[in-house]
């Protein structure tokens, strides 16, 4: 590349590089591994029926709340500008070491988009007595099902993806 740039008569600009955060996705059902996804911007869990989806929220295996939504969105800061985004969530730095949560189109007007540190645990449970399944997409694809009595676990992984800026 230099040697190219030498000929052109350019110099070399410094480079920087940037690690941004990825999320690992583990779904399972009790103790069983179904799948486990790695992504770089979101993992999206949304209603796949006509139904609001019921899902349980948890941080670290505490309860935080039942959604009562369209769906749930889990960001990294680098996904924070795309699907987060538009439905309403924050833009987050991506220097900022956080995982973001933003609901798509919450039933109470009291579940707002939050900021988690990054060594947090959260969890999505679909209840047994959901009224209906959810449908779990990782960066929009690998569409899957979130039965009832399912669990997708969403937390940071340990291998950052490094970008030249």
Do not use: W
């Not at 690690?19 to 993992?43: A, Q, V, Y």
């Not at 947090?120 to 779990?136: D, F, G, K």
């Amino acid at each position: 590349i230099e040697a190219s740039l030498k000929a052109t008569g350019l110099t070399p600009s410094p480079s920087k590089v940037s690690l941004r955060l990825r999320l690992k996705c583990t779904h399972t059902r009790g103790s069983k591994i179904l799948s486990t996804h790695t992504c770089l911007n979101e993992c999206a869990i949304s209603r796949s029926g006509d139904s609001l989806t019921s899902l349980s929220l948890c941080c670290d295996s505490v309860p935080l709340t039942n959604v009562q939504a369209d769906g749930i969105i889990l960001a990294t800061p680098t996904g924070s500008t795309a699907y987060s985004m538009a439905a309403g969530g924050s833009v987050v730095h991506p220097g900022v070491a956080g995982l973001c949560v933003t609901p798509i189109c919450p039933h109470v007007l009291s579940f707002r988009s939050m900021v988690f540190p990054d060594h947090v645990s959260l969890s999505i449970h679909c209840p047994e007595e959901s009224r209906s399944t959810a449908t779990i997409t990782y960066d929009g694809r690998n569409r899957t099902e979130l039965g009832r009595g399912e669990t997708v676990t969403v937390e940071m992984s340990e291998y950052p993806l490094a970008t030249v800026c």
